[in-house]
């Protein structure tokens, strides 16, 4: 039959088809170091089990959970269980579900340091041969080079296998190195899945699909029409049991070299040529190296760094951060960042980008904020805003379109506000996939577009580390601000300086 291009898109589907049920069948082990760590029982299994649930976790897979305890697997399915009581309602299975899901789960202790234990996680695995494994590194991440050498030296880094490496990777750019350098030494860049949570998650895979799905926007995605891009991630929680963990870390390692970033990469990126892992991550990593560097004098004027004293969130009296568990007496350490950069190409020169995130804020809101600029000549009377465009990740996932409008009311009246919401969760209700389980899935199949590239996550450090050289010298320290704020006023001067606000103050 003669090939013609009205059969090509049947083609695709076939295709399409095809690599679902290869991957549906597909053999798996999934391996968890730190199998008893909290990284595993509250974000993993929980997410395994919905794609358990939602019938998306291929058939045929083993979930392996190693850890330093001596424990059989159906005491670890119990204790799992109970850790289970403990996760969000809408997450915890009933009792027949959990004992179908625990049949995939298996546990086996392993001493990190010993290499005739990987010799016998080896051996584990070669009873099964699996299509693929799955290294998930839920560890503190001071034992990644260590494991990733053992695993090197015990053979268990064939071209079957894949190395997935949780946040935090690395304190610093040297660190971050060090560890780079080792992975590369074991696998290759295509066995290596470096976890940002936040790419995970449906808004984030919306946002490439806004921009490069529909035509509507690009045109406008420029500095011609953009006035300003507010990025917000902002928690309402405080350091909770973290203490220690976080104060070694602050709000600038923990979130914005890390998500923010990547947002803002997924925001002021050029349209890849194809939707192809390493296609996406050349166009964030150009972002990442066109992003203003830091000076003294700029981490001066553009960053401002806070620290929660107590107050209230929702009605709640809290403590300070200084007052938290496990939080040394007269910490310096930030759990609040706002900043002001610039991607200096030809779309963005001139538009200033302002990331913000903080603990024991007024809220739990991660959104995107795209200001456009103001009509070039107004007619009607009063002063125009509106014209912006919220992407919301969280805790709604949805777009918010900000017009302005007339209500035909009289000639002389002001324009109003109005808005079109899209909102994704009513949009498509029973589709919808956690950040992890998207994730996990993604790495169970070897798909790396959601993943980050050692050299985007290298640069994004390069970027940060001036101002954490400046703060280590600068004995000021963070500025104090209330809990159930919207973090020190300094931020809002911060963005003031421009004529601009941030969003909430609008
Ligand atoms: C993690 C940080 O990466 O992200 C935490 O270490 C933070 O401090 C968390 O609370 C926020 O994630 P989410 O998905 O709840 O916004």
Redesign the pocket.
Known sequence: MEETWASFPTKLSYIAITFAYLLQHMAFDLVFFGGTGDLTWRKLMPALFQAFRHGKLPEGGRILAVARDEQSDEKYREWLKERFQEVDTSKRPSDEAFARFAELVHYRRMDLSQPEHYARLKEWLAERNADTVVLYLATSPHLFPQICQQLGVAGLNGPNIRIVLE??LGHDLESAQEINRVVRSVFSERQAFRI???LG?PSVQNLMALRFGNALFEPLWRRECIANIQIT?A?A?G?GT?GD??DR?G?LR??IQ??ALQLLTMIAMEPPSTHDADAIRDEKLKVLRSLKPFTEESVHRDVVRGQYRNGNVDGQAVAGYLDEAKVPAGSTTETFVALRTEVQNWRWAGVPFYLRTG?RLAA?D?QIVVNFRPVPHPIFPGTSRANKLVIK??PEDGLELHLLAAKGTSQSELLSPVQLDLDFDKAFPHERVG?YERLLLDAIAGRLNLFVRSDEQEQAWRWVEPVLEVWARDSTGPRPYASGSWGPPASSALVARDDNAWDEEQ
């Open positions: 946040k935090p940002d949570h936040y998650k991630l928690e929680i350091v973290r963990f976080y870390t709000a923990d979130m890390n998500h603990k739990r991660a990740l969280q950040a």
